[in-house]
């Protein structure tokens, strides 16, 4: 029988999932597997992770926090800002003065993709205007791509 490596958590904790990771409504989340993954896991010596199916990155988030060298990997675009924000990033954060470039109205004229495309389908035309604005700024306003992917992740959260 091998001797049990050290692990930075406990099978205590990873019943309870001490991993903060914001739940999701994203139908095959792997949350719900992550403890099981850990307790098979977490007595291996590793020191590298590939994620190929990464989805809400819950997976690849819960090594990073374990301190492995994590490879994020997904397919959809939305995903790939998820990976982007949480996984690579390791400490940038957005600012107060960042939420106020995203949220505010700038002197351009914003496109009104989601309000004519989706317009009364899931969102008020206002919302779905709000939308388009929050997006377009994103974009446009702020340059560090971690911001980028951190103001998308925060916004379809």
Known sequence: ?????????????????????????????????????????????????LDVFGGTGVVSYMFKNASKQVTYNDHLRFNW?????????HDVQLTDSDMELILQSHEVIYPDIIKTTFGSIYYTDEENAWLDR?????????????KQALAFFSLCQ
């Open 1 to 49: 029988m091998r001797p049990r490596q050290p692990t930075l958590f406990s099978p205590e904790s990873v019943r309870n999932f001490n991993f903060p990771f914001p739940s999701t409504r994203y139908q095959g989340s792997k949350r719900v597997l992550a403890d099981w993954i850990w307790e098979n896991v977490c007595d291996m010596k590793f020191d590298t992770v």
């Open 81 to 89: 800002f998820i990976g982007r924000a949480l996984i690579e990033n």
């Open 134 to 146: 929050a997006i377009f700024n994103i974009n446009h306003f702020l340059a560090d791509p971690y």
